[in-house]
Each structure stands twice: as C-alpha cells, then as structure tokens.
C-alpha cells in the first residue's frame, strides 16, 4: 500500500479531499464510502469548503456509510446519522445517502440489504477509513474474518472505551453496530485509510508493515491494489520506513499526483 505522511491531520486531509474532488470531477455519478469518528472531521470540513468556495458539485454523488449503532435512535447525537447530518450532509447536497439502520426488526435482512443496494450503485469507487487503537477498520475487531460481509458485530470493551467519549457515560455505548465487512471494504475501487495521532501509531505500524494477520483487520489493505494510507507525524512514529514513503511522495511525477 501506498504509505502518505503529512505535518498534521488537516494537511492529509487537504490531499484526501483533492483525489475525490478529481474522482467526483471525472465521474459525477461517483459513489463514495465514509467514515465517522474524529478523523476524517477535517476532511469534511475541507469537502464543504470545496463545495461552497470552489464550486464542487456533489449532487450525482451516492455514499455509504461504514457503520451505525444497533438500538441507537436516529435522532440520537452520537449515531452516525446525526454525526453525517452535522458534518456534511446539511453542508453538502447528495443525490442519496445510505447509512445502515440500526433500529430494524430484522438485522440479519437490513444487512443483506444494504449488500445489494452497493451492488446496485456499481460499487463504491472510493472508501474512506480510520482505524481503530487496535487496528479495526468499520467496527470489523480484530479476529473478524478477512472475507466477511455487512453484518452484525460485537463491540469489544476497547472500543467500547474509546467512544465513550460521543456518549454521556461509558454505560451509554451500544454493544452492537451494523458495519460493512472487510470483504465489502476491499471491493472498492479505492481505500483511502487515514489516521492521525500517536494512539494510532501501533496499529498503523502493524497495519502497514506487519503481517497480514485478523488480529489486526486493517492489515487486509495490503491486499488492496489501490491502498493508500494518510498519516500525521504522530501515528507514522513507529514505521520502520518512514524515510522510505517520503522520498516516494516527493518524487512522484506529476501524472500520479
């Protein structure tokens, strides 16, 4: 995978938002997959500066969401919906935007679904991820099977703990999520994984350089032939290579940029 180390959050971020900004120019009818969380924040942020400064029009574009909390209200401000709702899809107008729901009677059929409905769009042509202090990509923990498909999943305490901070106590977080699988994920055309932070800089380094191993989902990107990794200096700490991915960015050709 292609590994892009940057000062800060906010400078990947900028990079992100110009390869879908070409993407979206080059077919109108794109379709992205996004992520929630702190993480892609600035992206968004940079997405909506896009659209209302520069003009970008998003209006053909489909997205899929990653994830939703299972027995969460919509309406809930620490659903993901609510967490779209705020950080972009108000900001930006979609042609559709698809986020599992985690308030179906029948999880097991919501989830195939929503598989047929990506189907339907072609595919997502690019899917933006974060990753997890221990390495899980969507709400895929560490021991979910490379091959898996949207489903349900258990959050373990560790998650549970580290979001506990979108909640008012740690009891408040759902132990359930609806989440694409790591199957789903490597279908698209590009997976764009971003992290930022030293908590991150462990997974990230096994993530990239480590074997590719279920204990760590986010490892199955190197099976990905268009992989791309965005960093800040904190989570690139512990690569191995790091003076090796920065010498090939800046000498990139001007085509590849």
Known sequence: MEVIIQPDAVAACKLVARQIEKLVKQKPHAVLGLATGSTPLPLYAELVRLHREEGLDFSG?????????????????????????????????????????????????????????????????????????????????????????TRIKTLTPRTRADNARFFGTPEEVPH????????????????????????KAAAVAGAVEGPLSAMNPASALQLHPRGVVFLDEPAAARLTRSDYYRWVFDNKPDWQK
């Open 61 to 149: 574009v489909r997205t899929f969401n990653l994830d939703e909390y299972v027995g969460l209200p919509s309406g809930h401000p620490a659903s993901y919906r609510a967490f779209m709702q705020e950080n972009l899809f108000r900001h930006v107008r979609f042609a559709a935007s698809h986020i599992p729901d985690g308030l179906a009677e029948d999880i097991p059929a919501e989830c195939e679904a929503y598989e047929t409905e990506i189907r339907k769009a072609g595919g997502i042509d690019l899917q933006i991820l974060g990753i997890g202090s221990d390495g899980h990509i969507g709400f895929n923990e560490p021991a979910s099977s490379l091959a898996s498909r």
């Open 176 to 199: 359930h999520v609806i989440t694409m699988g790591i199957g789903t994920i490597l279908e698209a055309g590009q997976v764009v994984m971003l992290a930022f932070g030293e908590g």
